[in-house]
């Protein structure tokens, strides 16, 4: 099992960036996928989910609106578009993985790094 997110950077205030998280070694489709972030000295947060199918979505009130996850199902990716980027959005962003019934079947990608200073 595998979960490689890419996309993160160096960006400064308003500006965007799209994440990416490719998975492979389980059924992508059977599977809720999340972004969490951790900032330094935080606990990690979730910042949004999206269902199996795509059909529904939650986001975290710090990045609505700013925020949209997408996911594609025939390339077993998800997707975190992030726009009017802050300060305070800083931290390392990571895929979460998580069966829709089995909830003990639940994976992370290894993180990347997003930082949002001028």
């Known amino acids: 099992v595998q979960l490689v997110e890419s996309g993160g950077g160096l960006v400064q205030p308003g500006g965007s960036l799209r994440l990416s998280c490719a998975a492979s070694?389980?059924?992508?489709?059977?599977?809720?996928m999340s972004w969490y972030r951790q900032a330094p000295g935080k606990e990690r947060e979730l910042v949004v989910g999206?269902?199996?199918?795509?059909?529904?979505?939650n986001y975290a009130d710090f990045v609505k609106g700013r925020f949209t996850i997408s996911r594609d199902n025939g390339k077993n990716t998800v997707y975190l578009q992030m726009n009017s980027l802050k300060p305070e959005d800083t931290a390392v962003y990571f895929c979460?993985?998580?069966?829709?019934?089995?909830?003990?079947?639940?994976?992370w990608g290894q993180g990347t790094q997003v930082t949002v200073s001028s």
């Open positions: 979460h993985a998580r069966h829709i019934r089995l909830s003990q079947y639940n994976y």
């Open positions: 070694g389980f059924t992508f489709i059977h599977y809720t």
């Open positions: 999206i269902t199996s199918g795509g059909g529904t979505t």
